[in-house]
């Protein structure tokens, strides 16, 4: 299977894949959307439970103004509108888990409409998804199948914790695009507050609608593979999908509009239902929930609360210190590495162009290269910003040298040491008196006679190698800047 301009190449010919995402966020609160239980993460099964959460009759449910905030915040960050009316509707199915026999939601008045977000390919390219709509909704509780051989057990912890349902227009054309959006997103979401983005206990997951069609042609009949916790598992969900479709279109087949879950021991997707239309939902406005009606001086004060988000700071960081695109994204992707960087930016004691890129330089490489043999997050990481800029500073005044920094850099992430402390110990202060350095670069000339001549009779490459002999008869403590400018200046003479 090839691709190319975003077609696959089948055995009958081209074809376009269409991928949408519908991705639910928890939104970081303290208490459900319509009651005032806890929601915190890993709590006894059944602990945190109000009567709302339960589905005892009489019970009236009242939201959260929290979390409308934080569903406004997040409409900002992806450029949407506001919607200064929206409506809670009761979208109504079974699941022994839902104990209303009904899910609070957002139908046809969502609190935010259409808005976009923009991703940035692995070639540079920049690509805008669209956004059709944001709605908040609340979660159903979880069964478990594997306690008992013949019994299930229901947990309604989840019950009633608030969501946003995220809703892309079916403008992603293949996996690269699809990781590349929910990466964005996240890392969004995390930078305004709204959602710990944490995929592996449920907070963020996306429903992955996929479907084929021959270029030009209207969109095909499209499956959904149900709450992806993964971005590499979305990868391989999206890639078996685009297979198995392919297969049966070529075949001449038909796909079935259902939905599938992802196995990810096997890698495939499997059939779960057919895919319920609005209809089978049977929508009305919820009797005990008036329309929730927003002031321009509500929706204003909210604005105002927004951070920087992603793509302005990326684009200060290109304006303000120089960097490339490639490492100011990287730099201003994720909230702790911004916070990183920017700590250790307040401890460097020249902040300017030359000092920042070396700072960057040092956390995209070294740092997060410690940090992946590690496999460790770079909040946990074994230097301090503040180590690292100390570091940098040495490097900058010319105290040390870059090469004798990078083992200073391992013994500071195997001892926690600053480096000052390991310069000094171990006399690692770079050489840079011109003199000392000349009586170094003459006893080797004198001793490697043969090589000058070979140098001086045009073999410049010798050049690297009377550097490494000064560098290791001075264990590695020579200026390099003074060293190439007087053994260049001794080789002409």
């Known amino acids: 299977m090839s691709e190319k301009n975003n077609y696959i190449q089948g055995k009958t010919g081209p074809w376009e894949v269409v991928i ?76 022994a888990d839902l104990p209303q026999g009904y899910q609070i ?174 209809h089978d939902y049977r929508y009305f406005p919820d009797p005990d929930l008036p329309p929730l009606v927003l002031s321009d001086e509500e929706i204003e004060r909210i604005r105002a609360l927004l951070p920087e988000l992603p793509d302005a700071k990326k684009a200060r960081f290109i304006r303000d210190y120089q960097l490339s695109a490639y490492d100011a994204g990287v730099l201003s992707s994720e909230l702790e590495t911004v916070s990183y960087f920017e700590t250790a930016l307040k401890h460097l004691k020249e902040a300017n162009e030359k000092s920042i890129k070396q700072l960057a330089n040092w956390i995209i490489g070294e740092l997060f290269a410690a940090l992946n043999r590690d496999s460790l997050l770079i909040e946990a990481s074994k230097v301090s910003p503040q180590s690292l800029a100390e570091l940098i500073n040495f490097i900058y005044e010319g105290t040390i040298s870059g090469r004798l920094a990078k083992d200073i850099f391992t013994e500071m992430w195997e001892t926690g040491e600053h480096p000052d402390k390991i310069i000094n110990a171990k006399g690692l202060v770079q050489v840079s008196d011109e003199g000392e350095i000349a009586t170094v670069i003459e006893k080797i000339l004198n001793e490697n006679q043969d090589k000058v001549m070979e140098y001086q009779s045009g073999k410049d490459k010798l050049f690297g190698f009377f550097v490494g002999q000064v560098m290791k008869v001075m264990q590695g403590k020579g200026n390099p800047t003074i060293i190439n400018k007087v053994l260049l200046e001794k080789l002409k003479s």
């Open 20 to 95: 949408g995402l519908e991705v639910h966020a928890q939104i970081t609160s303290k208490a459900k959307l319509f009651s005032g239980a806890s929601t915190v993460f890993g709590g006894d099964p059944n602990t945190q439970v109000s009567f709302i959460d339960a589905g005892f009759p009489g019970m009236l449910p009242l939201i959260n103004n929290f979390c409308v905030e934080q569903a406004i915040k997040t409409g900002f960050g992806l450029n949407a509108q506001i919607n200064k009316i929206s409506i809670f509707d009761r979208k109504n199915y079974f699941y």
């Open 105 to 278: 939601s957002q139908h046809l008045y969502p609190i935010v409409g259409k808005g976009y977000l923009e991703i940035e390919l692995e070639d540079g390219t920049v690509k805008r998804i669209n956004i059709t709509r944001l709605h908040l909704e609340q979660d159903a509780g979880k069964s478990i199948h594997d306690q008992h051989p013949n019994k299930s057990y229901i947990d309604l912890n989840r019950s009633g914790i608030a969501l946003m349902e995220i809703v892309s227009e079916p403008d992603i054309r293949s996996v690269e695009e699809a990781q590349a959006y929910i990466k964005k997103l996240r890392g969004l979401l995390r930078y305004l507050g709204t959602c710990d983005g944490n995929m592996e206990q449920g907070s963020l997951r996306a429903d992955v609608n996929v479907s084929l069609r021959r270029p030009g042609e209207d969109y095909g009949t499209r499956a959904e593979i149900k709450n992806v916790n993964s971005v590499r598992f979305m990868g391989q969900a999206i890639t078996y999908e685009i297979q198995r479709q392919m297969e049966i279109l070529e075949n001449g087949g038909q796909i079935d509009q259902e939905t599938r879950l992802f196995d990810a021991s096997k890698g495939i997707t499997r059939s779960m239902r057919n895919k319920e239309n609005a």
